[in-house]
Every structure is written in C-alpha cells, then in structure tokens.
C-alpha cells in the first residue's frame, strides 16, 4: 500500500522554521545589544578573575558589624577575595595596625583618622559602613561621688586616646559645662579601661560596648552610665593604603562588594545579624540589640563625613591632641572610584 | 486539536497576546507612576532638608528667633513627611531609617545649640555685668591707715575669670555642635539624594524593563503568531493539500494508494473516512471484476447455451427439412425409378427395331423378317397398351414437381438464414413469417390451420435470421400447444401502429398457467422434459427483440391459448433512432 511521502514539503517546512527562528534570534540578539546596559549592571565581580587575598585589620566594634556579617557568610569570598582578619579592641588599634604594615585594610572611627590623617596620608577611606550617635558611655563609680554628670568635675577619668569615645568624653564634658582641665584625665588601652574602674583606679571611664556593660557587670549599683544621644555622631570607614589601592584597586570593589552584601543581609536577617555581632563582639544579646538599634549599617560615602573629619581635626589641633596643626584635605583621602564602580548611587559626596 | 479550535486558537491567540501587552503596559505605566510619585517624594525630602539646612545657617549666624522658630516648624514638617513616607524595598527603607534617626539626633543637636547659646548669651550678659561691677567697685579700700585692695572687686575678677572660662567651653562646645549639625544635615540630604537616585535608577531602569518587555512581547506575539500559522499549516493546509494529492492519485485510477493522515481533527478524520472508502472501494472493485469474471463465463455459457438452442432449434428444423426433402424425393426417386423400368421396356423395344432394321437391310429372309416385324410389332402393342409414354410423361411431371418443392424448401431455408446475424435495412416481415411457416410445417402437420391476417406493414431494419429464429421459435411453441387430437388455429397478424410494426401470434392450445405465465421469459425455465428443450428459447427470443428496440408480451389463459405481440420499430423510426442517439 503506498501512503503520501510529504518529506518535500516537510523539509521546506522546517527550512522557514529555521528562517524564523534565525530571525527571532538575531532580534533578540540586537535587543540584548541594545540593553546591555542593563545586562552589565548585574555582572558578578567573582566571575571575572581568580580570588584575590588581603589582610583586615578588624576593630571589633559595634558599627563594625558589616564587616563581621560579610566574614562569617562569607560573602567577601563570594566577592572573589579571601580575607585574612586580624582582630583589634578598637578601630583605633586597628588603624595602628594598617600604618604598621600589619595589614593594606582596616576598620576605623572617624576620630582615629582624623588623628593619623595629621601626621600620614598614605591610606584613604574607601567607605563608610556604619555611623550612630549613640555610641558613646561614660561609666562610673558613685562610691566617688557620682550621681549626675556634673559630678564628674575634678574626678578620674580615663579613656582610649585618639579615639571616637576620647571625642565623645570632650563633647560630653562641654555639655556639662566641663573641659578637659577639669577633670583628672588620662588614656589607656580598651581592655585597661574596665579593670581599673572595676579596681577603682579611675573614677570614671569615657568607653563605648560592650566594654561598658562588661564594667558595670562586677560594679552593679555600684556603677552608673551616662550617655547622651544626639551629641555625637560617630561614623565607622573602611580604610586601604594607597599602595594597595593603587596596586590591586580590584580587591577593594570586591572587599566593597562583600560588604555590599552584607548590608543586605542586615537587612534581610536582622535577627541572624545580631546574633553574628555578638558572637563578633563577645556581647549579651540584649546589649547587642540596643546597639543594634541605635547603628545605621550601610555602605555609602557622603558629605557629612568630610565634615566630620574637618572638625575633629580641628578639635584635635585646638586641643593640641596632636603636634602637627595643620590638617590634610580628606576630599584628597577619600576614594570615591571603588564604591562608585560597586554601588554609585550610595556616593553622594561631592567629588 | 480540531481544527475549529486551532482557527479559534489562532484568532484567540494574538488577541490575548496583545491583550498581554496592554496589561505589561498598563503595569509598567502604574509602577513608572509610583516610582515618579516616591521619586518626587525623594526630592521633596531633599528639599525639606535642604531648606531645614538653610535656615539653620541662618540662625547660626544671626541667632534670630524667627530662624529659630522657622527651623523648628521645618523640623516638624520634615518628621511628618518622614513619618508618612514607606517602602517596600529594603534598602530604601535602610536609608528612610537613617534619614529619620538623623531627623531625630539633629533636633537634639539644634536643641543643645539653640540651649548653648542661650547660655552664651547669659554669659555674656554676666560679663557684661561684671565688667560695669569691675569699673564701679573701686580697686583699693583704705582700711584705717593702710590701702589695701578691694576684695570686692577681687571677687568680681575672679567672678569674670570663671565667666570667661565658662564662655570658653561655651564656644568650644557651640563649634562642636555647630559642626555635628551640619554632619547630620549632611547625612540627611545624603540619603534624601540616595532615595531620589535609586527612584531615578528604578524610573530609568523600569523605563527599560518596560521597552524591554514591550520588544519581548511584540516578538512573542509575532512568534506566537507565526507558530500558530504554522501550525496550522501544518495540520490543516498540508493536510488538505495531501488529501487534495490523494484525491488526485486516486481519480487516476490508483485505488491502492491511502493518505495515511492520523491528525485527530477534522481532516484526520476525513482523510480516515477517505482511505476507509478505498478500502471498501477496493473490495466492491475486487468483487466487481469477479462479478465481471463471472458475467463473462455467463456470458460464454450463455452463447454455448444459445448456440446450443440454435443448434437444436436447426436440429429440429432440420429434421423437418429432411422430411420435407425426403417425401418429394422418395416419390422422385420411385417415379424415377420406374421410369427407369419403363427405360428397359422402351430399350427392349429399341433393340428390337435394331435387330428388325438390321434384317431388313441384310436381307433376311421373310421368315425372320416376319417374326422380327412381329415381335415389334407386339412390343409396340404392348408398349402402347401399357401406356407408357404417357405414364413416363407422369412420372417425370411429378418428379419435377417434387424438385421444385425441394428447390422451394431450400429456398426458403437459404431465405431463413439469410446473411445470419447480419442486420439489413429493409426486411419484409411478412415474408419471413412465411419462411418460417414453410419451415414449420412439419411441426404443424395438418392439427394446425394457419390463418394469416398480413397488414401494410414498413420494412423493418433488422437481423432477419434473429427475427425469423424469435418467430419460429413462438410458432412452434403454438403449435406444441395445440393437442394433436383437438387440432388448432395459429393466427399470425401483422399490422402498422404509429413507428411500429407489430406481430401477433394468437393459439387457441392449452394455454399457459397464470404462475407459469411471468417466468416464461427467464433464462432457462421450461416446463418440457428434461433434453426437450432448454428453457432458453422464449428468453433468447426477448432478448432478440429487446436488441431490436423493440418489445415482446405474452398473455393467455388456460384452455383458451396464448397470444404474443411483438413489437418493433420500424426502419425509418429505427434511423430516426440512431440519429438521436
């Protein structure tokens, strides 16, 4: 029995099949052509190389809490930069350690760099990650005499130098119609501050968390806390050498890029945020919550920061905090190009 | 799919795809909306801020209380339009957080600044108040013989000394907070700028999205569009192009060939009808050509058959032939015979004169010429007593009559036959019947009269051996009707009606039984014994007629007889005929 053989008309068939399938490609073709603006924007910097690798000097501290998040989900190695982190007491330790050569990346306050900025300008902000303004905590004994702040004149009072809480203690003294003269200051390490105020070496200490909380633990009714929100506002950077910026500038978009991430975490997980902090920190999960509370964690560069710095410097040249008494130009510290290549719009500085 | 429901789907499909493209643009149009509604929103936030900035530098330079007052309502409307502003994104939300806590910490910077400088204020009026307590107090008091100086004004002093340190920390604390306002300001346009570029972004972006998806969806639409011809093309065009082909192949003559279509729709389902028809197609043709088979064996039996009624119809006509041949010849042959006996008289008597001539002229003597003379004499007595002359003439007479019945018998057989099955245009009917009589006579002895009632009839066109075979045939049937005891009459009439010629040929026999009488023209049936007769003669016959164009009817009744009429057309209606064929 034959049957209809349409093989013919089957093969031209398939020829227009392919012409108009050749067709749509080639449109979709110059559509993605058209918008690959768009398609560029979503590009993964972990694609496009091998891993780099870099050091952080990491002050364990509160606003620090991007950097933290972005270590332990591991999104600066998702970035394509494996993160060697050093850990240091403060922001200030940690600066120390970036101008020791310890490590190209830090963690640092504003008032620690606006103190190394005067005698060294061969690092630079890349970032802000994190701010608060109510940061600051002055603990003290009331077996001194303290009850109020104004109880504070003339007593002991310690602090780190050079530091966010060392600016804070100045502001709070001045809200309470007090300088520096006219107390008994003097400075110590972090670490220091707690164990001479619990041994009553000191009257009082100008500190922030958890080292306040981990004061007034063994004090108990014996301690009281001050703060005062509002009064200043502490901003947390990222800090590079400019021999890195200028050898591997990559690594800081992709260090930007982790902590891009990170901040979507925060966001995303705030309770699995806490909790990395406090690990981050050694804290109470409560005090970590007001903490919590009181930080803005977001990865921008913005105006108010050279502000800041502008004024702190000239707090720490007025104070004479410092032998030199000139203060450098941030704009020239701060590097715009990094964030502005990761998230340009979180660049509002005026550059 | 049928193909109701792919027309359905192909008129359906691009309306709903352009459908489709309406609803994308109408959402894009509403999310470009409300993107520019927070966009503008973004930038009146930068605005407040910006406005809340400019009369704090205001009040920062001249401390006026209207630019205290006027900040202070900034403030308030800025929370409110903070308070009231939402987004679902979470970094836009991020950044509104941090807008509003600097909105908050920046009151109480401005509060602390605005407190400040009362307290400077104060200071500088206590100075101011020191300073004219300073110029009245005078500086030394005699106190008895010894000037000693004035502890009043000492105090006073000490008192401006504290004044101005107080005044110290006062303006050191005022720069402090004059600097941390405007960090904070600065922190608030900052997000007021990344709220209003991340909108701008989103506005660019969905602007893109939407001419994106509006390029996606006209290419789907063609696409869809395109497919949707496609297919069906594919399943309803093609289809019908092969069926079409099928067709086609099929009207040539090729009924093997099948479509082989297995679509479920329409066409499937004709395409199935149409290769189920080929099949039954197949085997009616299967059993037509069978059937054809079989008609043609029929056909061949029925020729042996008719060859066989005709040879026993010749047998039978035949072996009345021979009787009618063999009664004049046998009285030909005895007249002949005797003549030949009278020959030997007649040779006896000749022989004798030879002898008497003989003698005569040899000269016998009288003796012998006497009994000689005698003996012819007597002879010639005899010979004319006998009567043989006379007698001889007789036989002779009737011999030649027989001769001529055999001569007029072969005649009418040569005419019985004439040119066979050949069609001639004018044949005398009338003289075919007595043909056929002549021949029959054998059949109809002398039981059967014969009237002949002969019209003025036309020459018919016709095969004459045919015709006379149909008539002999009911002639002899007619006359087997007829009981040899009771005798009969055949009438045999002819007569013109209209075009036609028609011929009855009436008996008065047995007749015919009324259930015998519809099957007497079917192909062997016969009511004769078996080897009498074939059962085919009345069936040829109308066969015969009907290939005339003409037509045969029988009618009769028990006891009564039988009559059959012919009819047939005659020459000129049979060219009258032909021409309209």
Request: glycine share 6%.
């Amino acid at each position: 029995m034959q049957s209809s053989d349409p093989t013919k008309k089957k093969s031209s068939g398939v020829k227009r099949l392919v012409a108009l399938v050749s067709v749509l490609v080639a449109a979709l073709g110059a559509a993605g052509f058209y918008f690959s603006d768009s398609l560029a924007n979503i590009r993964q910097l972990s694609a496009e190389a091998p891993h780099d690798k870099v050091s952080l000097a990491l002050g364990r501290e509160p606003l620090a809490a991007l950097a933290m998040i972005a270590l332990d989900q591991k999104f600066f190695d998702a970035a394509g930069v494996d993160v060697t982190v050093k850990k240091y007491n403060s922001g200030a330790l940690s600066l120390k350690a970036l101008l020791a050569g310890e490590a190209p990346v830090a963690t640092a306050a504003d008032i620690p760099i606006a103190f190394e900025s005067l005698s060294r300008q061969d690092f630079a902000i890349v970032a802000t990650i994190g701010s608060s303004d109510n940061e600051g905590r002055i603990v003290a004994r009331k077996d001194r005499g303290i009850q109020t702040p104004a109880d504070l004149r003339g007593k002991r009072i310690a602090t780190q130098k050079s530091s966010a809480v060392h600016f804070f203690l100045h502001m709070f003294l001045l809200q309470h119609g007090m300088t520096a003269g006219d107390v008994q200051l003097s400075f110590m390490k972090p670490d220091e501050l707690v164990k001479a105020l619990v041994k009553g070496d000191i009257d009082a200490f100008s500190m922030r968390e958890p080292f306040a909380s981990q004061a007034m633990q063994p004090l108990g009714d014996n301690g009281v806390v001050f703060t005062q929100p509002g009064l200043y506002r502490k901003t947390f950077s990222l800090v590079v050498r400019n021999d890195l910026l200028k050898q591997n500038p990559r690594v800081v978009q992709r260090l930007l890029e982790g902590l891009a991430q990170a901040e979507a975490f925060a966001l995303r997980e705030p309770e699995k945020a806490k909790d990395i902090l406090a690990r981050g920190l050694e804290a109470k999960p409560a005090e970590v919550a007001q903490l919590w509370k009181d930080s803005n964690l977001m990865v921008s560069l913005d105006q108010s920061l050279l502000v800041g710095l502008e004024d702190e410097a000239k707090w720490i040249i007025g104070s004479k905090l410092s032998d030199i008494n000139q203060a450098p130009s941030y704009l020239d510290m701060i590097h715009v190009d990094a964030l502005k290549a990761v998230n340009p719009v979180m660049v509002s500085l005026i550059h | 799919m049928n193909i109701r429901k792919k027309l359905y789907l192909n008129a359906v499909l691009p309306l709903a795809l352009v459908a489709s493209i309406g609803v994308v643009l109408y959402m894009t149009g509403r999310y470009v909306s409300d993107v520019t509604a927070q966009e503008r929103v973004a930038a009146d936030l930068v605005k407040g801020v910006f406005e809340l900035t400019t009369v704090a530098d205001e009040y920062l330079l001249n401390h006026s209380e209207r630019a205290q007052r006027q900040w202070g309502m900034k403030h308030q409307s800025l929370g409110q339009l903070l308070s009231e502003l939402r987004s679902k994104e979470q970094v836009e939300e991020a950044i509104l957080a941090r807008v509003r806590s600097e909105h908050q910490g920046i009151r109480t910077t401005f509060s602390e600044l605005t407190a400040n400088y009362e307290k400077a204020a104060k200071n500088q009026q206590r100075q101011a108040t020191l300073a004219q307590k300073q110029a009245e107090v005078p500086a030394v008091i005699s106190t008895g013989k010894k000037v000693v100086p004035n502890p009043a004004l000492q105090e006073v002093v000490a008192e401006q000394d504290q004044a101005k340190r107080e005044a110290a920390t006062l303006r050191e604390l005022d720069t402090r907070l004059v600097n941390q306002l405007l960090s904070k300001s600065q922190a608030m346009v900052s997000g007021g700028l990344q709220l209003a570029r991340i909108n701008q972004n989103k506005v660019t972006q969905t602007e893109r999205n939407a001419a994106l998806a509006i390029f996606g969806f006209v290419l789907l639409t063609g696409l869809g569009i395109s497919a949707t011809s496609l297919l069906i093309n594919r399943s309803v065009v093609r289809p019908i192009g092969q069926v079409k082909q099928g067709t086609e192949i099929v009207a040539k003559g090729n009924i093997d060939y099948r479509l082989g279509i297995r679509t479920k729709d329409e066409i499937g389902d004709l395409a199935r009808t149409f290769d189920q028809m080929l099949d039954n197609l197949k085997q009616t043709t299967a059993s037509r050509d069978e059937l054809n088979r079989a008609n043609e064996e029929l056909k061949n039996s029925t020729s042996a058959l008719i060859q066989s009624e005709k040879m026993a119809s010749i047998g039978q006509m035949v072996a009345g032939v021979a009787h009618e041949i063999n009664t004049p010849l046998a009285y030909v042959r005895s007249n002949v015979e005797i003549v030949k006996d009278q020959m030997d008289q007649t040779k006896r008597m000749i022989d004798a004169y030879e002898e008497l001539a003989q003698a005569l002229t040899s000269g016998a003597d009288e003796k012998s010429l006497g009994e000689k003379f005698n003996r012819v004499n007597a002879m010639a007595a005899e010979f004319r007593e006998s009567n043989t002359v006379e007698e001889v003439k007789d036989l002779l007479a009737r011999g030649l009559s027989g001769l001529d019945q055999i001569r007029e018998l072969v005649l009418n057989l040569k005419n019985f036959s004439r040119l066979d099955r050949e069609r001639v245009t004018g044949f005398n009917l009338n003289e075919g019947l007595d043909n056929v009589l002549q021949l029959a006579k054998p059949v109809l002895k002398s039981k059967v009269k014969v009237v002949k009632e002969y019209g003025e009839i036309p020459f018919i066109a016709c095969s004459p051996s045919q015709i006379n075979q149909v008539f002999l045939n009911i002639i002899t049937n007619a006359a087997q009707a007829i009981d040899e005891d009771k005798g009969g009459t055949i009438l045999i009439k002819t007569a013109r009606t209209g075009d036609n010629v028609q011929i009855i040929i009436r008996d008065n026999g047995r007749g015919i039984p009324p259930e015998v009488l519809p099957k007497i023209f079917d192909p062997f049936y016969t009511t004769k014994k078996v080897g009498e007769g074939t059962g085919l003669g009345l069936s040829i016959s109308r066969k015969i007629i009907e290939e005339h164009g003409g037509a045969i009817q029988a009618q009769s009744a028990i006891g009564k007889g039988s009559i059959f009429t012919i009819t047939l057309p005659s020459a000129g209606a049979v060219v009258e005929l032909r021409k309209r064929a």
